[in-house]
């Protein structure tokens, strides 16, 4: 893991003593940066130079709310010869940069996420013992995960300790394939008050998830174990009660609709379905997946808004699914739905079934207030209101929603 923490030298945000968080938008042109906008009038506050693999890659990109900045980029996307980044852990406080080696091996593995509100960050360090026969295949493996917190001066201490997981047989010569893990999740802003540890099987096709814990800062970071396994977690409350996930479709060996995209919501414990692809688009008999790309809570958790996109790209030959059979009305569906999307969706949290407003040709970018949220719309961040009345036009561009933070 290659990470890359920037921060600039100001002791707090604008978004600090306003209603509405301030918005951070990523950019490429005239050079690599992130930008922070006043949410009320769009005006610029300040602007910070970022690695042009920032750019391209916003979905590896983070910011907290003290406008902390973090980027990880996993080993397997290259980085141009001579990147300075290369191979090294970035430091930054009170605009003094520290540098250090914090590279992956093949013993240990680094997640990084920021701390949420404070200057720091954390990461999830899994620890691999392995043993292997004489042809190099992998037989055993034992493991041990840690979430450890950052200090000032770059050293890491523990946090917590996951459960232990047992001795495993790797039964395939490779133990990704068959022997449990754990990976961590926090908001996209960082960890606060709670994380999420999953324990899945990579597997050969998809992975098997297992369990998830909900770990809470409050009372020294005891677990609980969820109703739900969370797979893909997308949001979650601040007190992480209320969390989205998305169940992806299961399709593979180049088929992208063998099964029903969906996104969930476990609340106190009882999951509901906010989206299922099938029930909505009845698209069975086409290879043509429409999914949430994205799905945001409200600052009240009453309303939830997301993205409906597909995988299917402009000018594609649209083909039966692996069991499909032809079916014009069903084709003539599809057809309109791909030239609608993406499309942002605003739903009542207790009450989903029936959309409270649809916004074409979007992507939603976040909530303002929760009367009001942001999209990038042809290129640019508009305004709407809870109930899909187009609000403020701005004249700053975005190449996508994921290059839009607010904080």
Same mark, same amino acid.
């Given at each position: ?148 917190? %950052?200090?000032? &001066?770059?050293? *890491? !201490? +523990? ?5 232990? =997981? ?5 039964? $395939? ?16 802003? %960082?960890?606060? &008050?709670?994380? *999420? !540890? +999953? ?5 050969? =096709? ?5 369990? $998830? ?195």
């Amino acid at each position: 893991m290659r990470v890359l923490l920037l921060a600039a030298s100001f002791a707090a945000v604008l978004s600090a003593q306003t209603s509405q968080p301030s918005i951070w938008v990523l950019t490429a042109q005239p050079q690599p940066s992130i930008t922070q906008f006043d949410a009320l009038n769009f005006n610029v506050l300040r602007t910070v130079s970022v690695p042009k693999q920032a750019v391209d890659h916003p979905e590896f990109f983070s910011v907290n709310r003290n406008g902390q900045l973090l980027f990880v980029l996993p080993s397997g996307i290259q980085l141009a010869d001579g990147d300075e980044t290369t191979g090294k852990f970035w430091y930054s406080r009170n605009a003094a940069m520290v540098a250090f080696p914090r590279q992956d091996t093949d013993q240990r593995r680094r997640d990084w996420f920021l701390d949420a509100a404070a200057d720091g960050l954390y990461a999830l360090e899994s620890r691999d013992t392995k043993t292997k026969d004489a042809d190099g295949n992998e037989t055993t493996i034992t493991s041990t995960t840690q979430l450890l917190k %950052g200090t000032p &001066d770059g050293n *890491l !201490a +523990t946090v917590v300790t996951l459960p232990a =997981l047992p001795l495993c047989k790797c039964g $395939t010569g490779a133990c990704s394939e068959t022997c449990p893990k754990w990976m961590a999740w926090a908001p996209e802003h %960082g960890i606060g &008050d709670f994380f *999420l !540890a +999953t324990k899945f099987i990579e597997g050969q =096709l998809q992975p098997d998830y297992q369990e $998830t814990l909900l770990y809470r800062r409050a009372g020294g970071w005891r677990s609980t174990t969820l109703s739900e396994v969370m797979e893909s977690p997308v949001d979650a409350s601040a007190d992480g009660e209320i969390l989205l996930t998305a169940s992806f479709d299961s399709g593979c060996c180049g088929w992208v609709n063998e099964s029903s995209d969906q996104l969930l919501q476990l609340r106190n414990g009882k999951s509901t379905v906010i989206f299922d692809e099938f029930k909505r688009y009845d698209n069975r008999n086409y290879d043509v997946s429409f999914f949430t790309a994205d799905a945001k809570l409200s600052p009240s958790g009453a309303q939830i808004a997301y993205t409906i996109t597909t995988s299917q790209r402009p000018n594609d030959e649209i083909r039966l699914s692996a069991d499909g059979k032809d079916n014009t009305a069903e084709l003539a569906r599809v057809k309109t739905t791909i030239a609608a999307v993406p499309i942002v969706e605003i739903v009542n949290a207790a009450d989903p079934a029936r959309a409270i407003a649809t916004i074409p040709r979007a992507e939603l970018a976040g909530w303002l207030s929760e009367s009001e949220l942001l999209v990038v719309q042809d290129g640019r961040l508009v305004t709407y209101s809870a109930s899909g009345k187009k609000g403020r036009q701005s004249s700053i561009e975005a190449r996508s929603a994921a290059a839009v933070f607010l904080r």
